[in-house]
């Protein structure tokens, strides 16, 4: 599979949070690399501690900007956000038991996280923050 390569249009407008998408891309090119990783590799724990070190610092920010500047569309973002630690917590518990399938199914979330959520729910945000000079 072909690796995400950043580019201005994955852009929502707001350095750090582009700086924090950024990130998630790395996590998602990384798991390209490892595709046939095992289950209680490396790769899949790191992936794993980096999925909620993501979920933990960018949503806390981006929901915080969400927050400071009225964004209408929080609740079904922060609901979003819930879903994917969930998910991140899932995965974790199904490494614990070695769940075989789960390298894909952690790369398979975090590419569809990327074409959905980011690609599609946050790039909602971007005109509604350009406007209140959020850059």
Request: one cysteine or more.
């Amino acid at each position: 599979m072909e690796k995400i390569m950043w580019d201005e249009g994955f852009s929502v407008g707001v350095r750090d949070l582009d700086e924090q998408h950024k990130r998630i891309v790395n996590v998602v090119n990384t798991l390209l690399d490892m595709i046939d990783a095992k289950v209680d590799s490396e790769i899949i724990s790191d992936t794993l501690t980096k999925m909620t070190q993501y979920a933990s610092d960018h949503f806390k920010s981006e929901e915080q900007y969400m927050l400071d500047y009225h964004y209408p569309e929080y609740p079904s973002q922060k609901k979003q956000h819930q879903e994917f630690k969930k998910k991140t917590v899932d995965f974790c518990v199904e490494t614990m038991v070695h769940k075989a399938t789960v390298p894909a199914e952690i790369f398979m979330y975090l590419k569809s996280w990327w074409t959905n959520h980011i690609l599609k729910e946050d790039m909602k945000y971007k005109e509604f923050f350009h406007a209140k000079g959020l850059k």
